[in-house]
């Protein structure tokens, strides 16, 4: 059975991002409806030419980048290629940002506003980075 997995991610540190990257991977490969909002500190990293990895909050982040665990960039790409997912950039931090959608990364869905992301969530599990 699918179930829909909404994922509100922004925090921009690695421990953060990488957990949500990897439960929406794995939410995605196996069949779920994954949707993930970047807003705050999670959007810079996926602006074009961003590092692939993020400040670490401690030691397992700074573990994670020495032992080379897949950069969430990556788990995030892989769960659009291949699952459901989307990934959507919050259209308030983009205004507050000054980005465009075109500056983003390729795999990133259409800016969508808060209110729009928190309806669709509904009924489905919500988590929060």
Do not use: W
């Not at 400040?55 to 982040?61: C, I, K």
């Not at 869905?109 to 919500?126: H, I, S, W, Y």
């Amino acid at each position: 059975m699918s179930r829909r997995i909404s994922i509100v991610v922004v925090s921009g540190t690695h421990e953060r991002l990488q957990m949500a990257a990897m439960l929406a991977s794995v939410g995605a490969v196996t069949g779920n409806d994954v949707r993930v909002f970047l807003s705050m500190n999670a959007l810079p990293p996926f602006r074009k030419g961003a590092p692939s990895r993020a400040p670490a909050e401690g030691e397992v982040g700074e573990l994670m980048a020495r032992k080379n665990v897949p950069p969430f960039k990556q788990l995030f790409e892989n769960a659009v290629e291949l699952g459901a997912a989307q990934l959507l950039p919050c259209s308030m931090a983009m205004d507050l940002l000054g980005y465009e959608p075109d500056q983003l990364e390729p795999y990133l869905g259409a800016p969508t506003g808060l209110t729009k992301f928190l309806n669709e969530a509904e009924d489905g599990q919500l988590l929060s980075f």
